[in-house]
Every structure is written in C-alpha cells, then in structure tokens.
C-alpha cells in the first residue's frame, strides 16, 4: 500500500529508487546487426516462407526483410533485437538437444503433442513476442529433461 491514513495524518510508503539500472547485457548496434544475419541463415535452414519470417520478427515490413535478405541491415530496436535473441536461444537448444542438425531444422514444422498437434512453428507464427518465448522456455525445460 502506497499510502495510509492515521488519524488525520497521512503517510507514504517508501518507493525504492530506480536510479541505479539493473546490468543486463545490452545488445550492441555491431551484435544486433550480426544477429540479423544469423538470423537470416537460420530462417534459411529453417525454410521459412517470407510471410512466416516477417511475423516471426514481428510483422517486419516486406521492404525491410528483402533488405535484409540481401545483407542491407538498417537500424534494429530493442524489440527486434530481442525477438532474435529469443530465436538464437530456441536455435542453440535445438543443436543441443538434436545431434544432428537437419533434424532440428525440421523440428520446427512437425506436429508435437506438447502444443496440441500443432508445430513450434505454428506457435511462432502467431506473431506475439511471448509465443517465441515459450517454444524457447519448452526446449529449456527439454534440455534440464535429458
């Protein structure tokens, strides 16, 4: 409770301060433009459709990702930076957890019982930043499992 009445005084709860930010890593304009590119090869071996790569980086305009594709990377915000981290995490548990990577490369598109018959893709392509989370945050709790 922010404040509380006694009597006829008022009083306030002490706020922490937020001055001090917490050190998460920051993801550089060099690494997120690198990430863009591995991204790109990723949504290759992953043989994405260009609809299905836009909306998992989500809904990149067409003219951006034809950009990308042929390597012209422009400016990359903090939600798209961690869109494809989240992608990288989901990429590396599938390496690990597949031998090899062909067969993690298809992962992607075969149905599963753990989301209802439906592919991680299928998840993914809803397009919310959440959806990628929790294809990643199910391969975590895979790779603790084994």
Known sequence: MLAAEEG??????????VSKQPDFAVIT???AEALARTTVN????????DGEARVLL?????HTWARWKIGDI???DRDLRARMAILMGIHKALRTLFTEPARGYKWIRQPSVAFGAYS??????????TDLVE????????LAVH
């Open 8 to 17: 006829s005084v008022m009083r306030r709860a002490s706020v922490p301060s």
């Open 29 to 31: 304009d060099e690494e």
């Open 42 to 49: 990723l949504f290759r071996a992953w043989d994405l459709t």
């Open 58 to 62: 989500g809904d990149m305009d067409e």
């Open 74 to 76: 422009g400016p990359i």
């Open 120 to 129: 991680a893709l299928d998840i993914m392509v809803r397009g919310e930043i």
């Open 135 to 142: 294809i990643r945050d199910y391969l975590v709790t895979e």
